[in-house]
């Protein structure tokens, strides 16, 4: 049923018509309702949910689309493309997931947002459809809109699951797919993007086309990592190993970054007394005055007594503690027993540096652990604090500068205003294995050896905080800045993961560097060239 809503008043980006105008979005937009079933909307309602993100720090009005595009099919997608990439003014057309951008990427300023999550919504056969596990085959396709927690329980049907996750599940798949898709199973398995055996995929000139490594294997690089700017992904098959049970998942405190990231590389390491007995290795920054706020993502299971014997241990280090976090998987379909699982903890236990007497561990469902951070969210949700500003800066550093940035940043710009300056969120920092990504895809990852003991590793900081308070968006904002100038400064070479540039020449130049840039740019002219998707990622615009 095609059901088209024309506003009476129109976004500003179309309000004011130059002398000749060209055909409008809303003009074009409205002969291609008859032509699909899906349905457009162009009222307040509409446009103004699509303009803004989980960041809620962009300008909603900069940012708002003329209409939301509700398909019902893959090929309704294909038809809207087609249209505007055929047309005299091309309009930009965004996917968006579920908008868990932080800065814009997935708006399309006075074009079209695809919600994608309306491909699902279709009757029970064809819900089902969109995520089809082949247990013999040990994969699952996934349509691009499907969330990842979703994907988790088709498989877990199976005694089946993927093995690269993020650590949040109410992600969609295209999402991920189109940015990297990291957790502390990358070192091991990858990112996402390297755990996805065939895409379907449609241009931006609306061509629907199924890539892999093998058939339209320039696509396929292309897409993964792609920053939605190559094709709109509609299924993704990913490969499924043996589902285990349950998880021992530890937390181990440490007075230094030396001793946590010399810990947490043995473990993610080929070889050694420690080497292979985590199935996850993550790690963050602990401060004693960061609340729920700073703690809702991964809470260590502490009684009084503990917390108690933690903040002195805090107030020892100069307020600020390291934690590892990890997991061993066990039970179920996978090959272990609770016993290999505890002689394996009891080794790494010994072998570690932690401050000894402040191990945390804890066994949990399988689940539970891999969804445990949209208990946190219930958690925010609950205290009023999930819809708020997210400032959020991820980067990626060379192994060789990880404690330089450590001394820097952690206990330098992120301290400086003290307890009211760092109450605001969780800080990751987490080693993963270069010979797990893949250069040819597009997304952008630290080159290896600098001849500085660099070679296989490299370090992920994510610095995850929310504006709560009046004034905290522009303190984070310019702590940001401060972040990056003092790399700059230090000679500390870093990638943004989930990067916001305000320019092509600084997406060129300082995200992408000479090689890669050209090769993105020519595969945007081969995939998209009248520059239509993902324009919110401010990298490309018409003409290219
Ligand atoms: P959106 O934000 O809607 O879209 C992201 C980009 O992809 C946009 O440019 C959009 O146009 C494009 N896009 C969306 N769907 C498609 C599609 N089907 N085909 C092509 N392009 C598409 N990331 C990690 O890697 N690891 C984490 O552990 C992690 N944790 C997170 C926790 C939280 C609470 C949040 C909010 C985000 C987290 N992220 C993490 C970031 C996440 O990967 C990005 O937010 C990503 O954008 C996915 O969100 P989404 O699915 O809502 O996509």
Not at 202 to 217: A, F, H, Q, R
Not at 370 to 398: C, I, Q, S, T, Y
């Amino acid at each position: 049923v095609v059901v088209f809503q024309a506003t009476t008043t129109l976004p500003p980006a179309l309000a004011s018509p130059a002398t000749a105008p060209p055909p409008s979005v809303i003009d074009q937009i409205r002969e291609l309702a008859d032509a699909t079933a899906g349905r457009f909307r162009t009222d307040d309602a509409a446009t103004a949910l699509a303009s803004t993100d989980f960041g809620r720090n962009v300008s909603a009005a900069a940012a708002r689309p003329a209409a939301v595009f509700y398909p019902s099919t893959p090929a309704d997608i294909a038809a809207l493309l087609r249209a505007s990439s055929s047309s005299a003014s091309p309009f930009p057309v965004s996917a968006r997931g579920r908008g868990h951008s932080t800065r814009g990427q997935a708006a399309a300023p006075g074009g079209v947002v695809i919600d994608m999550a309306s491909l699902g919504r279709g009757g029970d056969g064809e819900r089902s459809e969109r995520l089809a596990v082949s247990a013999c085959g040990r994969y699952i396709d996934a349509g691009g809109e499907q969330l990842w927690v979703d994907v988790l329980h088709a498989a877990l049907a199976h005694g089946l699951t993927p093995s690269s996750w993020t650590d949040y599940l109410h992600l969609t798949v295209g999402g991920t797919l189109s940015n990297a898709g990291i957790s502390g199973q990358a070192f091991r398995h990858g990112p996402q993007i390297t755990n996805v055996l065939e895409l379907d995929v449609i241009t931006g000139t609306g061509e629907m086309v199924m890539c892999s490594k093998e058939e339209n294997g320039d696509l396929f690089e292309a897409v993964l990592g792609g920053l939605g700017q190559f094709g709109i992904i509609t299924r993704a098959r990913i490969p499924l190993a043996p589902a285990p049970a349950r998880a021992r998942w530890v937390r181990l405190l440490y007075a230094g970054a030396a001793a946590l990231t010399a810990d947490q590389e043995r473990l993610i390491a080929g070889s050694g007394a420690v080497a292979g007995i985590m199935d996850y290795v993550e790690g963050s920054v602990v401060t004693d005055f960061q609340g729920l706020i700073g703690s809702w993502r991964s809470q260590p299971p502490s009684s009084d007594a503990d917390a108690a014997r933690v903040a002195e241990l805090a107030k020892e280090a100069g307020g600020v503690l390291y934690c590892l976090e990890g997991a061993v998987y066990y039970g179920g379909a996978a090959d272990t027993s609770a016993a290999d699982v505890d002689k394996g903890l009891d080794v790494m236990l010994r072998e570690l540096r932690y401050a000894r007497g402040f191990a945390f561990v804890q066994d949990v469902s399988y689940v539970e652990f891999l969804d445990r951070v949209h208990a946190g969210e219930l958690k925010l949700r609950a205290a009023g604090l999930w819809h708020v500003p997210h400032p959020w800066l991820n980067l990626f550093l060379p192994r060789s500068r990880i404690l330089d940035f450590a001394a820097g940043v952690f206990h330098g710009v992120l301290l400086r205003d003290g307890a009211a300056g760092a109450a605001t969120g969780p800080v990751l920092v987490y080693p993963m294995n270069r010979r797990r990504w893949d250069a040819a895809m597009s997304a952008v990852f630290p080159d290896g050896g600098d001849g500085d003991g660099d070679g296989e590793v490299f370090y992920t900081v994510a610095i995850l905080r929310s504006a709560v308070a009046a004034g905290d968006l522009g303190r984070m904002e310019a702590q940001n800045a401060e972040v990056t100038r003092f790399c700059e400064g230090a000679g500390i070479p870093c990638t943004q993961y989930l990067a916001s540039y305000a320019t092509q020449e600084e997406w060129a130049a300082r995200h992408f560097g000479p090689g890669r840039w050209d090769t993105f740019v020519q595969r945007k002219r081969k995939y998209d060239p009248k520059a239509i998707l993902s324009r919110g990622q401010r990298i490309f615009s018409y003409p290219l």
